[in-house]
T-cell receptor, first 111, second 115 residues
Framework: GESVGLHLPTLSVQEGDNSIINCAYS??????FIWYKQESGKGPQFIID?????DKRQGQRVTVLLNKTVKHLSLQIAATQPGDSAVYFC??????????FGKGTMLLVSP | EPEVTQTPSHQVTQMGQEVILRCVPI?????FYWYRQILGQKVEFLVS????????KSEIFDDQFSVERPDGSNFTLKIRSTKLEDSAMYFC?????????????FGPGTRLTVL
């Protein structure tokens, strides 16, 4: 969903569940898409990225899927843990290194 | 592991005052950035800096803002006359080569409160 003002979309899951966080991006010319994790009071932390010529990339417990047809990016977190609780942002960059961030989704993991 | 550091962690100032936010990027990185995040909102790009000059800036980065690399380690953001709407978290970031796909490393941020 879309966020308005202070209200972030929130995904609540149980520990051990798989989580899927979605993002719509705007610019079809973007070269790279990146997922960042932001814990309370901290700066964004890189999780995983994907080039525009790929549709899937896997990391440790995380998978990013890119659907360029509908300009959609998703982050899948396997076996979600309480330490995964944070706000997750997608970001895009377009041939140079400046990042354009999406609006963020809060992930809440219950033990 | 090398990291970006920022000082102070929290800055409170009166409207109209000048503030300088300080950052020490990772030592062998060449590109530096400032972003801001108003409470509860997304992170917004302000400015990028390479080879001692601004390489790109957003429409947020108006004449009230300036950046400087006064020595070989520090990277500063100055706001000349702060406004209430400048209250936000300000993040510094650095990037090894400034290429798309290079990981951008963020500092912990400075919370600026303008009263």
């Amino acid at each position: 969903g879309e966020s308005v003002g202070l209200h972030l979309p929130t995904l609540s899951v149980q520990e051990g569940d798989n989580s899927i966080i979605n993002c719509a991006y705007s610019n079809s010319a973007s070269d790279y898409f990146i997922w960042y994790k932001q814990e309370s009071g901290k700066g964004p932390q890189f999780i995983i990225d994907i080039r525009s010529n790929m549709d899937k990339r896997q990391g440790q417990r995380v998978t990013v899927l890119l659907n360029k047809t509908v300009k959609h990016l998703s982050l899948q977190i396997a076996a979600t843990q309480p330490g995964d609780s944070a706000v997750y942002f997608c970001a895009e960059n377009r041939g140079y290194s400046t990042l354009t961030f999406g609006k963020g989704t809060m992930l809440l993991v219950s033990p | 592991e090398p990291e970006v550091t920022q000082t102070p962690s929290h800055q409170v100032t009166q409207m109209g005052q000048e503030v300088i936010l300080r950052c020490v990027p990772i030592s062998n990185h060449l590109y530096f950035y400032w972003y801001r995040q108003i409470l509860g909102q997304k992170v917004e790009f302000l400015v990028s800096f390479y080879n001692n000059e601004i390489s790109e800036k957003s429409e947020i980065f108006d004449d009230q803002f300036s950046v400087e690399r006064p020595d070989g380690s520090n990277f500063t953001l100055k706001i000349r006359s702060t406004k209430l709407e400048d209250s936000a978290m300000y993040f510094c970031a650095s990037n090894p080569r400034g290429r798309a796909g290079d990981e951008q490393f963020f500092g912990p941020g400075t919370r600026l409160t303008v009263l």
